[in-house]
């Protein structure tokens, strides 16, 4: 049986970073929660292990998120592991503290408050190690925060990353609008035009919205060329793109659900941008297919290591 976790989306000792990654994510269903921990720990455990950890290091995680990373690492690690958790949602440092002290582990960690295109709280040339996931994606200046993990790093220290690529989703957007617009689908069916309006807003629809927005603003050669730029050697990039039927999860817990961030769960966007005949008609079909089997949805997930010279 599932069970529910309390939703914390009117909770205002949360903000949006906080929301979606410890409600909207898993759209409050704990057993889908525990499944998606369990695929990104696997991402994790790559990052840890490109980084190399040894006993007595220090290791940074920016965009710590509620410290999955981190804590993952101290796991991993030992004891005598250092860590900095910074990130820029006040609410979910707090939450990685909280976990933190329940595993015992709160003398290892520091919970730092900063965006990673501006460490200032951390020195030059003083962190052996340091990891991002799934949070450069978020950053506006991503060569800004590329020079401040070179600058924290001692020489010989390693990065690495996993990084969500979300603008092919962004394209698909943008082509089923051309579609609609120069009247390509059969306009005695409604469904396409509806759905468009669904998934515009999750994601772009136009390429220009997709230059604004840091999500899709990028692809993962683009990270490669961050990385030169900043002045890491030894870089090396692999792209994970994992495709399958997305039936697995019950309706309801789909609605409740935002695919990241900066988009509202599919039921606010149901509820609140369509006409009640719109929703019917609309819930109806995208049920049909994601209860058929034959969905696709796709992963694609950039890993990048570099070393300080
Ligand atoms: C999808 S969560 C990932 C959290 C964590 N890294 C993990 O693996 O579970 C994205 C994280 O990036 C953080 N974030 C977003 N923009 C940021 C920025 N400019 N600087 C630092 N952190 C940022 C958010 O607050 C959030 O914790």
């Known amino acids: 049986m599932n069970m529910i976790l309390s939703p914390l989306t009117n909770d205002t000792t949360h903000d949006n970073w906080s929301r979606w990654l410890l409600s909207l994510r898993h759209g409050n269903d704990r057993s889908y929660d525990d499944r998606i921990r369990v695929e990104i720990t696997r991402d994790v455990d790559r990052v840890l292990d490109f980084v190399g950890l040894a006993p007595g290091m220090t290791l ?17 690690s030992g004891a005598s592991l250092r860590v900095l958790m910074t990130d820029i949602s006040a609410p979910l440092l707090r939450h990685a503290e909280a976990i933190a002290k329940t595993l015992g582990v709160s003398e290892q960690c520091s919970y730092l408050h900063y965006s990673a295109e501006k460490l200032e709280g ?42 969500p690529i979300l603008r092919d989703e962004a ?23 509806l ?3 669904c998934r515009a807003a999750q994601y772009p629809d136009t390429e ?57 769960p599919l039921a606010d966007i149901l509820d609140k941008q369509f006409t009640r005949e719109e929703r019917a ?25 570099a070393k300080k010279p």
């Open 60 to 76: 940074a995680d920016i965009g710590s998120g509620d410290g999955l990373v981190g804590l993952r690492a101290i796991e991993r």
């Open 122 to 163: 951390i020195a030059d040339a003083t962190i052996d190690a340091a990891t991002m996931r799934a949070a450069l994606a978020y950053v506006e200046d991503k060569p800004a925060a590329m020079r401040e993990l070179y600058r924290i790093l001692k020489p010989g220290g390693r990065f690495a990353i996993a990084e």
């Open 171 to 193: 394209f698909e957007v943008c082509m089923l609008r051309k579609l609609v617009d120069q009247g390509s689908i059969a306009t005695d069916d409604p469904f396409f035009a």
């Open 195 to 197: 759905l468009l309006r």
């Open 208 to 264: 220009e919205k997709a230059r604004l927005l840091p999500i899709t603003n990028y692809g993962e050669r683009d990270l490669v060329r961050y990385a030169i730029d900043a002045g890491f050697t030894d870089i090396h990039l692999e792209l994970h793109i994992d495709v399958q039927t997305e039936n697995s999860l019950p309706w309801e817990t789909f609605l409740r659900t935002s695919p990241h961030p900066l988009a509202p």
């Open 281 to 305: 008609y609309l819930e109806c079909r995208m049920r049909e297919l994601f209860e058929s089997g034959k969905q696709l949805g796709a992963a694609r997930v950039a890993f990048l290591t």
